[in-house]
């Protein structure tokens, strides 16, 4: 019975012939038996996580006024502020309140017979009351996305693949976004959901956490707590993964249970996904590696697609009516 999330040190990667095989060993089973592993050996400088919390910390205690400058119902490309319970996970409100940064990029022209998707790519909005924020979340894009394309090129040697198989769903412009996150505690609510259940739609999720619990993991039926570990990220597979391995590495279902009374917790999220443009390949996997892949699953209410940009948009459109209705009506 597993009992706890797995701890792995990506430096061994790079340490010899030895260190790297017996990583990707365990890699392998925490890829494919847990979907979520604990990572050291990062090489992102403690400092820099110091900052992340300090900001987002920073920014949720701003008056209302000012986050609310950049509520996310002013962006059609869904990136902004969102108040607790604006967001939903299968149909439910989730109690805590958050900021959406992507990739900072021009919005796509909108041309007759373009692709709906392309309306997720633009701007970000920034908090001009707290000009500090920009900087430091872009150090933070670019720390996390070095991280975990290093974690993508060793998945692929698990998949028995070359190192850089799964490059061209993440080369040159891959879609990758930031959460900060905060949950408030449930003195303030009676339900202890904090985000729903759910499977992040992306290649890899990099998860910053607090000191405050909550995270949990849905493991051989049961829910299994996922505890901060100083001087660790929490790495989870995504569905895009889970497509393109056949379902041998498998996204698993997770979600934050709301905060005791008096207490908050704050979290950093940076998920990786492909690029916008792309389909999900199948990859050819050796025959003993085949033997036991189990297929992607798909919930009949939320099923799995392989063309990113429309799988993207899809999850968009029913976490945040309120934007859609403000800019993408004629998608209802």
Known sequence: MI????????????????????FLEELAAAARDVGFFYLTGHGIAPSLQRDLLGLARRFFALPEADKLAVEMVNSAHFRGYNRVAFERTRGQPDWREQIDIGAERPALERAAGSPAWTRLQGPNQWPAALPQLRPVIER?????????????????????????????????????????LRYPGRDLTGADQGVGAHKDSELLTLLLQDEQRGLQVQIE????DVPPRPGTFVVNIGEQLELASDG???ATVHRVVTPPAGAERLSAAFFMGARLDATVPLLALPPALAARARGPESDPHNPLIRAVGENYLKGRIRSHPDVTRRHHADLL
């Not at 797995?6 to 790297?20: Q, V």
């Not at 039926?221 to 299994?224: A, H, I, S, T, V």
């Open 3 to 22: 009992d706890e999330v797995p701890l792995l040190d990506l430096s061994r990667f790079d340490a010899g012939e030895a260190p790297r095989a017996k």
């Open 221 to 224: 039926e049961r829910w299994m």
């Open 140 to 180: 933070w894009q670019g720390a996390a996305m070095a991280v975990l394309i290093r974690v993508l090129r060793s998945l692929a040697l698990v998949l028995g693949q070359p190192a850089d198989a799964l490059e061209p769903l993440y080369r040159d412009e891959p879609h990758h976004l930031v959460k900060l």
């Open 248 to 250: 041998f590495l498998r």
